[in-house]
Structure formats: structure tokens, C-alpha cells
């Protein structure tokens, strides 16, 4: 049996719909981070985009991974009380 293509954009919505119907939260994190993230995520900070312009020093490069962004979503909604927690970006 042959499957018609699917888009990446179709095979995205796809996903979403289904982790979303399965009870998990889409979160949309800011793709400005810290600098020093980098290296605690164990990447090359020198991989990393620095902002020619930054607004603040927490967010003054591009982010390498969604690891950091993920965990700090977390670190807020548990400090919050917020256990209980299904995400997906």
C-alpha cells in the first residue's frame, strides 16, 4: 500500500492535533536565550548567534536546543504548584 505525501507543515499539524487530543499543553517559547545555556545544555557556546542589539542579558543569543526553554516552563509551573505537567512545543 502507497500513503499519498505528506507536507511537513500537514505532518506537524498532525502531531500537534494528536499530543494535544492526548491531554499535552503546546507551549511557544521565546527563541532568545541566555548565552551561558549553551554551555550547561554541554553544547559549543561558540555555535551560539549572539543579538547585536539585546534587549537584556538573559536574552542576548539564538537558542541551540528547546531543552533550556522546556525546563525553565517547567521550573515556573512547578514553583507555581503546577505538577501535573504535559508539554510539547
Known sequence: ASFPPVSPYGLQLSLSETLAGAGYQEIMTNTLTRAQYAEWAGLNPENSVPIANPLSADLNVLRQT???????????NVNRKQKDLKLFE
Not at 533550556?68 to 515556573?76: C, F, S
Open 66 to 76: 528547546h531543552l533550556t526553554a522546556g525546563l525553565e516552563a517547567i521550573l515556573y
